[in-house]
């Protein structure tokens, strides 16, 4: 009697696996498992023309294109479109759009684009001596506030002393990076000064580089960045992802340095009272997508480049929840995502306010989080509680069949 089960790919190599466990010829495997993965892209801003040619050529192939009810009339001005399909439709789809008007061939390369970052087998971050391999376990991001004001250990790590033994034991302790920052972004956090931020910050990278860290700072002043990456620093990690200080993308681009960009609205004093969105995952993408793409223009390689949704920056608790749970949308664009959810507070508005009010109570909440996170295709955790952190992406690595080596010169 034949026995039916369920069988779910998480990738092409998961179809390959299952296809070599019953022993199908290799040249079989190589023609069948474009057709054994399935895909579905979101196109936003078609025109009906576009819509109607692109949603014919797509049911010719096999596959579906959704749009708008408005577009057959031309009722609608614009539509957007779910476009599904297995690779192999897909890419015949791109073909055929080649052939096609009103700027179709121009949508099938950028289509052609997305399927070649959702299916690399290595995708790298590059900082200005370092080169992170981010196909594997997830690297880990320890969390470094030199700052008297931040939310979860303001204060603590005040003294450059206190906070190079914080970063040395965050080392020893698993972490791929330190990110290093002297000013709080915390909701409401009041701005410092460049010459404040200095003082906190260089000496204590100076001090961790030369224990043999990788470092990333946290800023968003140009002048700071260049400081930080001349005392040794790899990566700039900018929440306004380089909008806040014009100078930003160019010492980014001349230091060689790689740059975290982030999503937000406002500065912390405000972003709290911009939480509104009409769908946050896409309104977060688009601002991503013209962030890289002025990264590119501004002269700064692709390869050290990453994205950060910016979980609780100007999101509410159901807007980070939401972002989490649609995160694999943010890989379209192939590269490292980075997910900042250490013990933020919406973890508390989920969880009840009262039992997480404190944020060092959020640690296990703050676990499920990133392991959901990595689940969903972050590269990068940034956290506080780096041991716990460590073991658990390496447990997620493990179960997915992924490699640990994460680093190469």
Partial sequence: MARIRLIEFGSRTDAVREMERIGVDPAGIAMMAPKQFHRNLRIDDLSPAQANILKQDALSLGAEAAVAKG???????????VLSGTEKQLRELVRKLGHQPYGLKAIGREIEAALNCIEADVIVFKGVSRTWNISGRALVMGVLNVTPDSFSDGGKYGSTDAAIERGIAMLEEGADIIDVGG??????????????????????????????????VDTTKAAVARAGVDAGAEIVNDISAMTRDAQMAGVVASSGAGVILMHMRGEPGSMQSMTDYGDVAAEVYAFLDGALRGAVAAGI?????????GIGFAKDADGSLELLRRLREFTSFGRPVLVGTSRKSFIAKALGADKYAD???????TLATVCAAVTNGASIVRVHDVEETREAVNMLAAIKGKSNNAVKA
């Fill in 71 to 81: 577009v057959v009339s031309c009722e609608a001005s614009l539509t957007g479109c």
């Fill in 183 to 216: 000013e709080s972004t915390r909701p409401g956090a009041k701005p410092v000064s460049e010459a404040e931020e200095l003082t906190r910050v260089i000496p204590v990278i100076e001090g961790l580089v030369r224990k043999g860290a990788a470092v990333s």
């Fill in 301 to 309: 390689d692709i390869e050290k480049t990453a994205v950060d949704p």
């Fill in 359 to 365: 944020a060092a109570s959020r640690g296990v909440p």
